[in-house]
């Protein structure tokens, strides 16, 4: 198999875009995909500060290093859970990404901030990827709101906002069906969360980690067996396995006709008030929900 640009032996074959490119032109077109989607929303302009959140995996660490290469002045942000198995590991890969790529990099260490994952899981009766997700986002604003960053990036690929997608729709939960998205813009007490990788799969971004030789942290978290999410995915993957390119044209429709119409027609979320301990926004008359849950461990 030829590649389509240069004519030169292929090494990734895309059927969702039904061509083949060899290694340095693959660099290009994930380069060119990645620039599509942040001009195509205008997530962030050269001249602002952007963090980039980074767990250790292809995809967050794939998106630090393509921003970096072009020119965007990023930082990296790294949360420790604390979880003893895989927490040590998924730290120093990042610690290792920045210091080879030159690339500044925070840490939020959560046992430090009296909420390691270990110990909610022990004290908390809800499932612990919910409280897990809540801790994170949390720190994620925060942390970027703190430092005085722009816009706060996660390495969300396409794979993951398909299947965000399909679980909102099936769940018909307007609230989060009229905010998704690749751009979700400031608001008091909130930093710009923005997903550059949004029109890439994961195929795609693990040949681009694959290519640039980044060392990745693979192992799964040991708390997350029974979470629906995969099982979401995989079926969106055998979708496009029978149907290459459905996953996008799925999205983009949303994105032109669905967000829009949920937006417009959805009434809003109750009003929030600044947490009486940490000043964090919340729905609650009191404390938010890591306040909460800090006081819960505690106690």
């Excluded at 767990?55 to 290469?69: F, H, N, T």
């Excluded at 909420?115 to 604003?141: D, M």
């Excluded at 990745?216 to 390119?245: D, R, W």
Aim: glycine share 6%; with cysteine.
């Amino acid at each position: 198999m030829k590649c389509r640009i240069c004519k030169e032996e292929a090494v990734v074959a895309l059927q969702s875009h039904n061509t083949a490119f060899c290694a340095q032109c693959f660099l290009n077109f994930f380069t060119h995909q990645v620039s599509r989607g942040i001009a195509m929303f205008d997530l962030f302009q050269a001249h602002e500060r952007i963090l980039v959140a980074l767990s250790g995996g292809k995809d967050s660490l794939a998106l630090c290093l393509v921003l970096k290469e072009l020119d965007y002045k990023i930082a990296g942000l790294h949360l420790d859970l604390g979880i003893p198995s895989s927490s040590p590991k998924a730290r120093a890969c990042v610690e290792g990404f920045c210091a080879k790529h030159s690339i500044p990099l925070h840490i939020v260490d959560f046992v430090a901030e009296g909420v390691g994952i270990k110990e909610v899981k022990a004290k908390l009766r809800r499932p612990i990827c919910s409280a897990c997700g809540t801790l994170k986002r949390y720190y994620f604003n925060k942390t970027a709101l703190d430092l005085g960053f722009d816009a706060l990036a996660t390495g969300h690929n396409l794979d993951d906002e398909v299947s965000r997608l399909f679980s909102n729709t099936l769940r018909w939960d307007e609230s989060y069906l009229s905010k998704q998205g690749p751009y979700l813009p400031a608001s008091p007490g909130f930093v710009r969360k923005v997903k550059p990788l949004w029109r890439v799969s994961e195929f795609v971004t693990a040949n681009y980690a694959f290519l640039k030789d980044i060392d990745i942290h693979t192992a799964p978290c040991p708390y997350s067996q029974g979470a629906s999410f995969p099982v979401l995915k995989n079926l969106m993957h055998n979708l496009e396995l029978a149907m290459p390119g459905r996953k996008l044209d799925f999205y983009q429709g949303f994105l032109k006709r669905g967000r829009p119409y949920f937006a417009a027609n959805t009434q809003p979320e109750n009003t929030l008030k600044p947490c009486q301990k940490c000043g964090y926004p919340t729905a609650a008359e009191d404390l938010c929900s890591v306040c909460r849950i800090k006081e819960l461990l505690a106690s």
